[in-house]
């Protein structure tokens, strides 16, 4: 197995991939051995119980990218996450050691803290003043002889599972939940070349969508649409016809897209960025690439930065979309001149996307359409429904919702699969 995706030989097998698609597109020729996939049923976007499914068997039980050390720098620095729907304490303990807990008191469920942000020594609940250590240990209960015979070995914070790729922090709510490494599989080959341990958290901010989740999901999976939602924009620095896809295990996916000729804004190096001219990855140079790791991540790599798109469910209608910037390097003040630039163009091509969705929403709840057909191009969407029918349990899921297992068996770690051969 190669060390990464974006080694030479892979770079090599990337431009023959858009070369291919490129001729492809050319004599207007289908793709090889590429049946036509199923409708995905518009249900999916709008059921309660599908809706309910997701709440149980997704979101408490797979790897969610909580944040990122930078976020909790020093002994007791501490983050409260709420994104998932549940509050989490996310806190940095003594021994440098990043932990999760529920951010509830054993005793009446008060919380231990209440600010997204900040640095404790010690957690004192406020309702009672039970206080915990950094490592959830309980350590003091006022009044203790009025509880007769209280085991506070057996009291402490209830922890969730925490594990590190590169500086980031994933949680997961189930205990038995696979090791992290092993759920991002070959995505950690994949980013090696763009050295997760060395970003750094520059800066986060969202917009509240009226859609479903999936919907965005759906949307950042896909260069079909660039010609008619950013024609002035991403459309005019890369192009669609060359689209190549891999599709992972456990539900992820990678993306290139060749460059249109000449410099672009999206594969030259950012004007005021420390990175000298030609120091971008030779992938980087040629195109876009993107990931989709499952369940709610897009990633488009840039020479420079990395902007992390995450899609939370904040009912079955609306969607928490979260955008966080990640940088090489220490030019981290979002306040900056070049991170004020950089983050004002990106949002530019963000609010093509966001104007669109709700209205994609809509239509589903119309009725006016009763099937997603899904194009060869579209088929990291498919691959992406069909790993969450997975998750949820195929045989839970009402028969008129489920997306029929068919790109499963086309999945291949590293180089992905390749059809068109
Ligand atoms: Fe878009």
Redesign the pocket.
């Known amino acids: 197995m190669r060390e990464s995706a974006t080694d030479a030989e892979a770079t090599v097998y990337l431009k023959e991939e858009i070369n291919h698609e490129f001729a492809r597109f050319e004599e207007r020729s289908k793709p090889e051995n590429f049946d036509p996939l199923p409708n995905i049923p518009t249900g999916r976007y709008i059921d309660d119980d599908f809706f309910a499914l997701e709440q149980e068997r997704i979101w408490s039980k797979t790897w969610l990218l909580a944040g990122h050390a930078d976020e909790v720098p020093d002994i007791g620095s501490y983050k409260l996450w709420e994104s998932s729907g549940t509050p989490i304490l996310i806190v940095r303990g003594r021994d440098n050691q990043i932990r999760a807990f529920y951010n509830t008191c054993t005793h009446r469920g008060g919380p231990l803290v209440r600010q997204a942000l900040g640095q404790e020594k010690v957690f004192v609940c406020k309702y009672h003043c039970w206080a915990f250590s950094l490592d959830g240990a309980l350590n003091h209960i006022p009044d203790e002889h009025e509880f007769i015979a209280i085991d506070k070995s057996k009291r402490g914070l209830k922890p969730i599972r925490c594990e590190m790729f590169g500086r980031w922090i994933y949680v997961n709510r189930d205990p038995n939940a696979m090791p992290l490494d092993e759920f991002l599989g070959p995505l950690t080959h994949e980013l090696a070349d763009f050295e997760p341990d060395n970003l750094h958290f520059v800066t986060r901010y969202h917009f509240d969508l009226e859609c479903n989740w999936k919907i965005t999901m759906d ?2 999976q896909e260069v079909y ?2 010609k008619h ?2 024609p002035n924009t ?1 459309d005019a620095a890369i192009d669609h016809r060359s689209a190549s896809m891999a599709l992972f295990p456990q539900g992820s996916s990678r993306m290139f897209v060749a460059a249109k000729t000449g410099e672009t804004k999206f594969t030259s190096i950012p004007a005021q960025s420390p990175l000298e001219e030609g120091e971008q990855h030779e992938i980087v140079r040629s195109g876009s690439l993107s990931y989709n790791m499952f369940p709610n991540i897009v990633t488009p790599i840039g020479a420079y930065e990395f902007p992390y798109l995450q899609f939370w469910p904040t009912s079955k209608r609306t969607t928490r979309f979260e955008v966080t910037f990640f940088s090489r390097g220490d030019n981290v003040d979002p306040e900056s001149n070049y991170w004020k630039d950089q983050i004002a163009g990106f949002n530019v ?1 963000l609010g ?2 966001n104007e669109n969705l709700p209205w994609i929403q809509r239509s589903i709840e119309s009725g006016g359409i009763d099937g997603i057909p899904l194009s060869y191009q579209e088929r990291r969407i498919y691959h992406f429904h069909e790993f969450l029918d997975q998750v949820i349990g195929v045989d839970d899921i009402p028969e008129n919702l489920r997306v029929e297992p068919r790109l499963s068996e086309l999945q291949e770690d590293g180089k992905g699969q390749r059809l068109a051969s």
């Open positions: 949307a950042f649409h660039l939602i950013h991403v091509i093509e996307d």
